[in-house]
Structures are given as structure tokens and as C-alpha cells.
């Protein structure tokens, strides 16, 4: 069934109009498994498809640098106290476009060019903002790699804090974009605390699963806590920030500075950064807070995770090998590092089946970052239609099937995407 939207698109300009039709039946149709998408909720879409997307408000609420803005600053106002109450942080900043660009703040506001900074670098399973070598943040400061063990996929905690003494990096990263097991901010802490760094955590893959609290809270240990708003929380296409108010490092960091924590996030923000926010986004933002807060959405975040380790079982009872053994979050790393294909072929299959993927970097692998031994599987998009642990006993017979016949991938395509889109047919998508 296609849902009728965009009505004018449709009458005047098809050609965007059928594009966006064509995508909506292909979501609907798909096993949408990317570890870093969802599906946005019904009030989300509506609110970032309004008119405040017109709006100008360069500024803060009540100290903007355009007039007219007395809804938008209720708006901004009504998104930070929710976000505040909805993770318990003492300050939050709604203005990030999204993920990059929050951390770009982050930067800009406590560091200084050629600081050393310590983060994963994107082929062990980190962010490409946690200073990468091809991104800013790998060409402004200076990485100081941590990597999760070779062998058992897992951080070691002795291991971080060895190369933090060592050192002396003035922040650390603790956030992954591919990693399945739970991270222990307290350790973290104990480590920035011990060589005076800020403690950054970049919640963007596991929000939901903190506030469902089936995942350790880092916002009592961080200085500052970034993220996005869209992936497993399902709101905008966007980024946000927490922090403390004070700055625990002001007089080491920035004894001439007239500003705390909070000031310093902000102003790394905008004007440092970012020119007029995305009001339209940050009414999408206060849209995702409310329904965050329900336990209806505690009950999804929890059942990510019960399907990422079903999923997980039953792949592992097929016979694949799955990095690390295990999950304790949202994705799991199928490993193909002993099977003559790589995750490159293995992704391009899928995709031919209808189970959307993408090929990773798995611990120990020795393929090359464009071909990989791994493909990355995330539970969310799946479990915020619906589905549960029965559904993914289905999903990893159809993933074993595809990995079964990459060889003849044409032959058997058809049949398991039809079988995949039928199974689909049972779910509602929102907004597809
Ligand atoms: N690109 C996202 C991911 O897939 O993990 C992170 O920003």
C-alpha cells in the first residue's frame, strides 16, 4: 500500500516526487539492518517538514541576532528542557546540524590546533570525528590511537589507561560506530581524571539503549556527551550536546577564559562553528524527547538488544562467526576473515536479497578498509518496526542463505528478496 504524501511534489514535480516514492517502497520492502539507522516517528517527520524550516534565529533563545523569534525560542527552550529531563544532563545545546559537526564543536570549544587527543581510529571501529587522518579532526589534532584486542574484540581498559599515562592526551573519546560490548565510563573517568583530559562520550549508536538503561549512563562521568538525533533514537536528522556547567579544567585549560563549560560548548557551536540553527530539526528534537521519555520507548530500547543477541545466537547456531562471540548492544560484526569472500561481496549480496548492510572492519582483519572481512548488522531499524526475537531466528536464515550462495548470488536473489519483501508486508513502516 502506498501512503499518498507530499500532494504538491506529486502534481508538479514528479521526477523528486517518484524518487521519494521509490525510496519509500524500497524501505518498506527491505530489511533495513545499517546499524546506524531507524525509522523517525510520525511527529518527527511533520515537524521537520513545517514551516520552520524558514526561520532564521542565529543566536540562543532570547539572544538572537534576527528578529521574530518568540515561537522559536519556546521551541529551542521546549527541546533543552526535555532533552535535559530525558538524560539528566545540567546543560544541553540543540543546534548541532548533526553527529560531525557536534564533535567539530567539541573541538573548537576546549581545544587548541595540534592538541593530542585519544580515540579508536575508524578501522578498529571508531568515528571518523575521533580523529581520523582523512577527517578535520585527524588533521587539526593529533590522534593517539586505543583500540579494542585483536583477539577478543574487547576493550582493555589496563591498556587504555597505559597509553593515557603515557601520553597525556587533554581529551578522550569513549564512543564507537562499531563496537558490540557495553563501555565502562567509569574506567574511562578514573583514566581522564588521573592525566587531566576532558572525558567526551559519543552516545550517537547507543542512546537509546542508555535511556533505556540497558546500557551504562555516561553522562555522570563525561564533561561533555554528543550525539545525534536520529539513528536508534529515531528524531531528526541532527546532532546534540551535554555537559557539565563547569569547566573542571578551567584553570589548567583556559585560565584567561571569562566562560564555563556550558559557554565555552555553546560558543564552540555557534558562532565558532554553525551559522542559523535548524529550527525545523530542533522541533524534530523536541518531538523525539517526549516520546523518549514513554515507556513504550524504554520497552524498544531494551528490545534492541534482546534482538541483536537473538539474532546473534541463531547466526552463531548456523555456523558464522560472529566478532568478539557476541553482542551486548544493538549490532553484532559477522567475521569472514577465514571464508575466501569478503564483506565487500558479502554486503553487495545482501543488498541484491533486500537485507541492507554495509561491509566493516572486524578485529584482526587483513583485508583492506574497501573490502573488509566483516559486515556490520544493527538491530534498530528492525526493531522499531516491530519485530522481535522470533522475527530475527528468520532474518539470520535468510543472512546464512545469502552467505551460503555468494557465489551464485543472481540465481538465488530473486526468491529470497521476495520472500523478505512478503515477510515486510507484515510490519508498518512509519512515514514509508
Ligand atoms: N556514519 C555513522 C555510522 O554508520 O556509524 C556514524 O556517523
Not at 270 to 285: N, R, S
Not at 289 to 304: C, L, M, R
Amino acid at each position: 500500500m502506498t501512503v499518498e504524501r507530499q500532494p504538491n511534489l506529486k502534481a508538479t514535480d514528479p521526477e523528486v516526487y517518484d524518487l521519494i516514492q521509490k525510496q519509500a517502497n524500497y524501505e518498506r520492502t527491505t530489511l533495513k539492518m545499517i546499524a546506524s539507522e531507524s525509522y523517525a516517528i510520525e511527529n518527527v517527520l511533520e515537524a521537520c517538514g513545517s514551516i520552520l524550516t524558514n526561520k532564521y534565529a542565529e543566536g540562543y533563545p532570547g539572544a538572537r541576532y534576527y528578529e521574530g523569534n518568540e515561537f522559536v525560542d519556546a521551541i529551542e527552550n521546549l527541546a533543552i528542557e526535555r532533552g535535559k529531563a530525558l538524560f539528566g544532563c545540567e546543560h544541553m545545546n540543540v543546534q548541532p546540524y548533526s553527529g560531525s559537526p557536534a564533535n567539530n564543536a567539541v573541538y573548537r570549544a576546549l581545544l587548541n590546533v595540534g592538541d593530542k587527543i585519544m580515540g579508536v581510529p575508524v578501522s578498529d571501529g571508531g568515528h571518523l570525528t575521533h580523529g581520523w587522518k582523512v577527517s578535520f579532526s585527524g588533521k587539526d589534532f593529533v590522534q593517539i590511537p586505543y583500540r579494542p584486542n585483536q583477539e577478543t574484540g574487547r576493550l582493555d581498559m589496563d591498556e587504555v589507561r597505559e597509553i593515557a599515562r603515557r601520553e597525556q592526551p587533554k581529551l578522550i573519546w569513549a564512543g564507537m560506530s562499531a563496537y558490540p560490548f557495553k563501555l565502562d565510563y567509569a574506567a574511562f573517568a578514573e583514566i581522564a581524571e588521573e592525566v587531566g583530559a576532558y572525558l567526551v562520550a559519543d552516545i550517537a549508536h547507543i542512546n537509546a539503549l542508555i535511556i533505556a538503561g540497558v546500557h551504562p549512563d555516561p553522562v555522570p562521568y563525561c564533561d561533555v556527551v554528543t550525539s545525534t538525533a536520529h539513528k536508534m533514537l529515531r528524531g531528526p536528522r541532527a546532532g546534540f550536546i551535554m555537559s557539565k556547567i563547569e569547566d573542571r579544567y578551567h584553570e589548567k585549560y583556559h585560565p584567561t577564559s571569562k566562560w564555563n563549560l556550558a559557554k565555552l560548548i555553546d560558543r564552540g557551536v555557534f558562532p565558532t562553528l554553525q551559522g542559523g540553527p535548524h529550527m525545523h530539526a530542533i522541533a524534530g528534537m523536541a518531538a523525539i524527547f517526549k516520546y523518549a521519555q514513554t515507556d513504550e520507548f524504554k520497552s524498544y530500547g531494551a528490545q534492541i538488544v534482546k534482538n541483536a543477541q537473538a539474532l546473534c545466537e541463531e547466526l552463531k547456531a548456523l555456523g558464522r562467526a560472529i566478532a568478539g562471540g557476541g553482542t551486548e548492544t544493538h549490532l553484532l560484526l559477522l567475521d569472514f576473515r577465514k571464508e575466501e569472500f569478503t564483506g565487500k561481496d558479502a554486503s553487495q549480496a545482501l543488498a541484491k536479497c533486500g537485507i541492507i548492510a554495509n561491509f566493516n572492519m572486524v578485529p584482526g582483519d587483513q583485508r583492506s578498509p574497501s573490502q573488509t572481512s566483516g559486515v556490520r548488522l544493527g538491530t534498530s531499524a528492525l526493531t522499531s518496526v516491530g519485530m522481535k526475537e522470533a522475527d530475527m531466528k528468520k532474518v539470520a536464515g535468510w543472512i546464512d542463505r545469502v552467505c551460503a550462495n555468494i557465489g551464485k548470488i543472481d540465481e538465488v536473489a530473486p526468491q529470497i528478496r521476495s520472500e523478505i519483501a512478503e515477510f515486510c508486508g507484515g510490519f508498518k513502516f512509519p512515514g514509508a
